[in-house]
């Protein structure tokens, strides 16, 4: 209990909990999801899929990617690659106003950015869009 608290607090307090606290996956998924740490976590626990997705879906990393087979290392570099900003991490505010069907075919989108409000000028995406397509083109704005 003592372990778990200092890491919801901190995550470096897991460097120094004793080994067999290291490698209990209680205390890692802890760990990882209140701080995004996964570096003192055993390295026993880099090969288990739970602890796995939560490091990469916090942190867009994991460096026990290379333990898994090459079809779920592929699984998890994709769900790497595609994190936009995870828990703890800085990311800019974007309000969508208005969400409109396009004349020409599509989705118009105008968003306002950051807390100044800068308006943005539409964005246009295809029928088909999904949320993750939308965020995609904000952030690259």
Same mark, same amino acid.
Do not use: M
């Given at each position: 209990? =003592? ?5 919801? #607090? ?22 990882? @999801? ?8 055993? #390295? ?12 990469? @879906?916090? #942190? ?11 079809? %779920? ?21 974007? =309000? =969508?106003?208005?969400?409109? @069907? ?17 308006? %943005?000028? #539409?964005? %246009? ?10 965020? @995609? ?5």
């Amino acid at each position: 209990e =003592v372990v778990l608290e200092a890491v919801r #607090r901190n995550g470096c307090a897991l460097a120094h909990a004793a080994p067999e606290l290291q490698a209990d996956k209680e205390v890692a998924l802890e760990t990882i @999801r209140k701080n995004g740490s996964w570096h003192f976590v055993a #390295r026993k626990l880099f090969a288990d899929k739970e602890v796995a997705v939560e490091a990469v @879906r916090f #942190r867009s990393f994991w460096p026990g990617l290379e333990h898994w087979s090459k079809e %779920l290392g592929k699984e998890l570099q994709t769900l790497a690659d595609s994190a936009i900003a995870g828990p703890l991490a800085l990311a800019p505010l974007h =309000v =969508v106003a208005k969400v409109t @069907r396009s004349p020409v075919g599509g989705i118009e989108v105008f968003a306002i950015v950051g807390l100044a409000g800068k308006e %943005l000028p #539409r964005v %246009l995406l295809s029928g088909g869009a999904t949320y993750g397509d939308l965020a @995609r083109k904000l952030a690259d704005l």
